[in-house]
């Protein structure tokens, strides 16, 4: 079997393209969607995912503001921080780059944030919308998921889908989506994780795995069934000799399955791309919003 690469580009290149659109007719009212990307610590791998989230937006002629605060910031510091930008008319997003140090308790954080500019989608009232089928923001990766396999007609309703993994951030949400009877959804979904005694059992007879565990190139040829369509979230840093010192592998050990798997993505460039497309999206949706209850406002 000639397993096909799903590249991310292309699907986040369309959505892009009917961005533009929205994007031009906010500006011009005056509204330029911006995102306040708050940035704490010095992790290498976030500063990245931080600077590639601004040049996005900045590219598309929309507005990024970074929050860079010292590793040893308060809590108290940060909430003040939030409460400053939840009443900011010009901020329409608001984003908190995972992982946080270790002192900071990431729940009270995340849920200070108003699920009006929650475009990461993480606050509980948009979690809660979401599982009851009725989203506004839905998290960013796992939407990204969901618009590659809508681009590249991969058939989901009545699929047996696997998610490895369990996160807030990729493996619950997912969960969500590919349950539920969205445009893309309707499929019979098992979430294995940690405590899943043989992963393999369940990989095997996937129609559909979502690999999102966090661990490099653990899915393997021999763990999935032939035709099987992976969508590989991993993106984790390998040391090697190279001159950076390191390389980006999946979650996926993606030699193996070629001439097995019906479709993979690839790590880097397949879901990577799609996460600051949502973004993005998810922003220019909050704008709008704003500008709905600005004109509700002034005609009142
Ligand atoms: N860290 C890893 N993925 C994400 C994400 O989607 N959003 C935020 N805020 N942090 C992350």
Do not use: W
């Not at 960013?140 to 681009?151: A, D, F, M, N, S």
Request: aromatic share 4%; glycine share 8%.
């Amino acid at each position: 079997m000639n397993t096909v690469l799903l590249k991310g580009k292309p699907v986040s290149e369309n959505i892009y393209n009917n961005l533009i659109n929205r994007i031009n007719s906010l500006k011009s009212v005056g509204i330029t969607p911006q995102l306040a990307a708050i940035l704490i610590g010095d992790d290498p791998a976030s500063q990245v995912y931080v600077r590639n989230k601004s040049r996005a937006f900045e590219k598309l002629n929309c507005k990024s503001q970074v929050f860079k605060l010292g590793v040893e910031s308060s809590e108290s510091a940060i909430l003040d921080l939030i409460n400053n930008l939840n009443s900011d008319d010009n901020i329409h997003g608001i984003l908190v780059q995972l992982p946080l140090p270790k002192h900071l308790n990431s729940k009270t954080i995340l849920h200070s944030v108003s699920p009006n500019k929650d475009v990461d989608g993480f606050h509980p009232s948009n979690l809660g919308l979401l599982l009851e089928g009725n989203p506004f923001f839905i998290p960013c990766t796992p939407q990204g998921v969901i618009e590659i396999l809508k681009y590249y007609n991969i058939e989901v309703s009545g699929m047996h889908a696997v998610i490895v993994g369990r996160s807030n951030i990729v493996g619950k949400p997912m969960f969500a989506l590919l349950a539920q009877k969205f445009e893309i959804g309707n499929a019979t979904v098992t979430i294995c994780h940690t405590g899943t005694k043989d992963l393999e059992a369940y990989t095997i007879q996937a129609d559909i795995i979502i690999a999102a565990a966090g661990v490099p190139e653990m899915i393997k040829g021999n763990m999935i069934k032939k035709g099987v369509n992976i969508v590989d979230v991993g993106i984790n840093r390998l040391d090697d000799n190279s001159e950076k010192g390191y390389k980006i592998v999946g979650d996926v050990d993606t030699d193996s399955v070629m001439g097995i798997a019906k479709s993979v993505t690839p790590v880097p460039g397949g879901v990577g791309p799609m996460t600051i497309t949502m973004l993005l999206k998810n922003t220019v949706k909050s704008a709008e919003k704003f500008r709905q209850l600005t004109i509700a406002r002034l005609n009142n």
